[in-house]
């Protein structure tokens, strides 16, 4: 691995976050589409908010990140993209600021009455729309840099046609199939943390018909990739993402299982993973290309600015990652449930003072080290060290000044 390859791989890790996270977030408001009336249906409708609600905002942090990562260090690259594909862009944008109002005005809707339950239909079909616009949009625009419609320069690129192609409307399909497919899941497994059995079957039902769908899509694709974009379909077939894919066949496969079982915890897990791997097998096909003519190593920014954007990601981890493992702890444990009645928690003790004194001391040693590898040597594998160095710094970092945050309660 190379020091410019390593600003990539955190976009990457942030793509995959935003799509597992943010994919079920659209994938409620798809499912809210399509309830129907009735109190069934207001029941699926405040399910799918009520889960959804308290993470929403913590979900497209991923997408500011992937933006800022690859904007500053892949300038060229970053530009390119964004002029070209800037009606997708824009049509995203539109799509999650609907939805964020749509999430606030909501809470304006709660009392009783005619135009209340009219306000709040009105609310949720706006939201449901932009639920499906949105990563419509943002799969269109992968499937534009995957098909290779995206050349280098400002706006060089067709305005339509570079996101308005097979393959760039199959991968929008395909993300707006896997967000209902993910949502199913993840919100059966709220209804059974509520115990509320008759949600459970409902999103069992959606989950298992979304998964298999999703599956065929993805299947179905092979065809489109084959004679729309044959480089990368051969990329596919004959390179590592390979692997990829088959993992994601399996995973896929093991959470169809799981949920005909109602094993849902299980299959929150392997669905995010059959996702993730999809992911993984294009950007392993991709590379070392960002875009026709245009190496990872040629878009990198200069050596300076690289070893800047990763200290400040890997320092910005250490509040961001146990911030929001705190977050979805709590979602997860169901402290943050409209219905969770239980005292909130006494804070388990701090841990003693001599381990965050050793941990402090070890933490500074591994920023020292990562800083040193990343900066003075030029090799690959010193620039691996120096990010596990700098990996460990957010570890122990973070364990010294919070050690209560790792404590288990019963």
Known sequence: MHLYDIPLLFALIGLTLYTVLAGADFGAGFWQLLTGSGSRGERIRDHAHDSMAPVWEANHVWLIFVITVVWTAYPAAFGSIASTLSIPLFIAAIGIILRGAAYALRAGTSTPGDRSKNGRRAIDTVFAISSIITPFALGAMIGGIASRRVPVGNAAGNLFSSWLNPTSILVGVLAVGTSAYLAAVYLAADAVRLHDADLE??????????????????????????????????????????????????????????????????????????VAAIIAGWALAQNPTLLPGLTIQQAAAPHDTLVAVIVAVIAGAMILFPSLALLFRLLLRGQLDHTHTQPAPVPPAPLSTSAPGLLGRLAAACMLAGLGFLTIANAGWAHAIGVLALAGFVVCGFAAAVPSLLSERP
């Open 201 to 274: 079957r409902r999103f069992r039902v959606r989950a298992l018909s979304a998964g298999v769908i999703a599956g065929a899509i993805a299947l179905a694709g092979i065809a489109v990739l084959h004679s729309d974009t044959h480089t990368l379909y051969r990329r596919l077939l004959d390179s590592d993402a390979l692997v990829a894919l088959v993992l994601s066949l399996v995973a896929g496969s093991a959470t169809l299982v799981l949920v005909w079982r109602s094993r849902f915890e299980a299959a929150r897990y392997t669905a995010a993973l059959a």
